[in-house]
């Protein structure tokens, strides 16, 4: 399982690097690996903005394989064997924010095809504001479960986020695919 793992942490960091870091322009060039730090274990942030001018800020980063943009932010809520999500450790810093429990500032989500040939779209959001959505309106977010794994994910559109007021900058080279939502509330 163990060898699984590390396949599918070098596939997303290969797409990222050769697909959504050049779409990314400036800011792109500017991230750097966190991957497998206590950081990332314990706060999620799976890289780090630095900015000479301005300083340093923690990055949580998705690449999802799949043959459509789906249009949304995919969030890991359980997993089979109970370890810890991005869900659980993001409304965890979210709660204990006045203590100063890291979090990641920014969020991006990638599709991008399995074989790696073909970003379909990557959107950038305040972790923040995505995760005070979530924390919100978790009843109202559609759950997906992977088949393949039985990991259970929020499936947060970004048309919600922006109907809410939270800015999402997305970059999509194919249109989101449109799947049956329940209406969005709030």
């Not at 997906?144 to 039985?150: A, F, I, L, S, V």
Request: charged share 25%; proline share 6%; net charge neutral.
């Amino acid at each position: 399982m163990q060898a699984e793992v590390q396949r599918d942490l070098d596939w997303a960091a290969d797409g990222f690097a050769r697909l959504v870091k050049p779409v990314l322009g400036a800011f792109g060039e500017r991230l750097s690996s966190a991957e497998g730090t206590d950081f990332d274990v314990l706060s999620g942030i799976d890289g780090w903005d630095k900015d000479p001018a301005r300083g340093i800020r923690g990055v949580a980063v998705r690449v999802q394989r799949s043959g459509r943009n789906w249009g949304t932010f995919t969030l890991r809520l359980s997993r089979p064997n109970g370890a810890s999500t991005e869900v659980e450790k993001r409304l965890r810093s979210l709660a204990l924010a006045t203590q100063g429990w890291l979090m990641p500032h920014l969020t991006i989500h990638a599709y991008v095809t399995a074989d790696l040939q073909r970003l379909l779209s990557v959107a950038v959001v305040e972790s923040i504001l995505l995760y005070t959505y979530v924390r919100d309106n978790q009843t109202r977010i559609p759950v997906r479960r992977n088949p393949e794994d039985g990991v259970a994910f929020l499936a947060v559109p970004i048309a919600w986020l922006r109907d809410y007021g939270i800015h999402v900058h997305c970059h999509d080279l194919v249109p989101p695919h449109r799947w049956p939502l329940p209406e969005a509330t709030g």
